[in-house]
């Protein structure tokens, strides 16, 4: 079964514009985390945001915030004021198993999705 | 923040020859990299755990004899492709954990591998 689920392909949003990139996720360890990476067509892989199971507030940085609804196992990441240098591939992640000794620390990736922002 | 460097960023090799790429944790200390496989436009598939003075652990369906993984330092691991098919082409990137506990993996700049 799939653990990290990004079903957007692809997403347009014009500049300066706000756009949601959706993630779902399916674990039932209680201690996880949750990241977003960005990789531009360099391919360097470019860290964005990190939210913990146990955190009570969702995760903001910058222009990025993490909308975080633990019940429903999604975690959406927002980008507000759209910049054309946000074109991207944006990739979600899921850490397992942070406590005790099942922290190996391997992320697991959704498919990405593609975003273009259109001046 | 902590940096990951792999080298070489590209490379173009024959069918048939061996290829390594070396990833190297600059500011901290690794006992834990990974190696991941990723096809244009496609997610990054994780291969194999390298473990510094151990074994590696590969995925399911990674061939240990393909992806020779070899974490020779607490700041570098190593992967080599051998005897290197045109379907082995793909961009290689490695990863470490940084130093808290529950933090991001920084990832190195990857590696382009083109076989001829």
């Known amino acids: 079964a799939q653990k990290i689920t990004q079903t957007q392909p692809g997403m347009f949003v014009q500049e300066k514009e706000a756009v949601t990139l959706d993630c779902t996720y399916d674990t039932s360890d209680p201690s996880y985390g949750l990241f977003w990476y960005k990789q531009p067509s360099s391919g360097e892989m470019i860290f964005l945001i990190y939210?913990?199971?146990?955190?009570?507030q969702n995760a903001t940085e910058g222009r990025y915030s993490l909308n975080f609804q633990k019940a429903r196992k999604s975690a959406n990441l927002v980008i507000s004021a759209s910049q054309l240098g946000d074109s991207a591939m944006y990739f979600c992640?899921?850490?397992?198993?942070?406590?005790?000794?099942?922290?190996?620390?391997?992320?697991?990736f959704g498919q990405g999705t593609t975003l273009q922002v259109k001046p | 923040g902590a940096v990951v460097s792999q080298h070489p960023s590209r490379v173009i090799c024959k069918s048939g020859t061996s290829v390594k790429i070396e990833c190297r944790s600059l500011?901290?200390?690794?006992?834990?990299m990974f190696w991941y496989r990723q096809f244009p436009k496609q997610s990054l598939m994780l291969m194999a755990t390298s473990n510094e003075g151990s074994k590696a652990t590969y995925e399911q369906g990674v061939e240990k004899d393909k992806f020779l993984i070899n974490h020779a330092s607490l700041t570098l691991s190593t992967l080599t492709v051998t005897s290197a098919h045109p379907e082995d082409s793909s961009f290689y990137i490695c990863?470490?954990?940084?130093?808290?506990?529950?933090?991001?993996?920084?990832f190195g700049e990857g590696s382009r591998l083109t076989v001829l």
């Open positions: 500011d901290f200390q690794a006992t834990t």
């Open positions: 939210q913990g199971s146990y955190d009570q």
């Open positions: 990863s470490a954990p940084g130093p808290a506990a529950a933090g991001e993996l920084f």
């Open positions: 992640a899921m850490r397992e198993g942070l406590s005790g000794s099942g922290n190996t620390g391997k992320l697991i």
